[in-house]
């Protein structure tokens, strides 16, 4: 078993930045982050091995950095030039031992 806690949305004006954190109960080799918008479905945002190793949407390259730090099993995704779009609810993701575990999710609303 996986428990995955998240922090950090909220509502951010467009251009804005927000930093989202997911830690979890255990060391995960591939820990990511996905998002579902109203209507749409879940979609991946960034992915990052325990070695460091990075994959984004298209959507999110050159404004989302994806990073971690394996000592505290925690997992960050900071977001930049916030856009509109960017709206969803957030989930933190890790696969364990053949299944794959969910964050309980974090609103992020980009709005004037």
């Known amino acids: 078993q996986v428990q995955l806690v998240e922090s950090g949305g909220g509502l951010v004006q467009p251009g804005g930045s927000l930093r989202l954190s997911c830690a979890a109960s255990?060391?995960?080799?591939?820990m990511g982050w996905y998002r579902q918008a109203p209507g749409k479905q879940r979609e991946l945002v960034a992915t990052?091995?325990?070695?460091?190793?990075?994959n984004y949407a298209d959507s999110v390259k050159g404004r989302f950095t994806i990073s971690r730090d394996n000592a505290k099993n925690t997992v960050y995704l900071q977001m930049n030039k916030m856009k509109p779009e960017d709206t969803a609810v957030y989930y933190c993701?890790?696969?364990?031992?053949?299944?794959?575990?969910w964050g309980q999710g974090t609103q992020v609303t980009v709005s004037s």
């Open positions: 993701a890790a696969g364990w031992a053949g299944d794959m575990y």
């Open positions: 255990r060391s995960i080799f591939s």
């Open positions: 990052i091995t325990s070695g460091g190793s990075t």
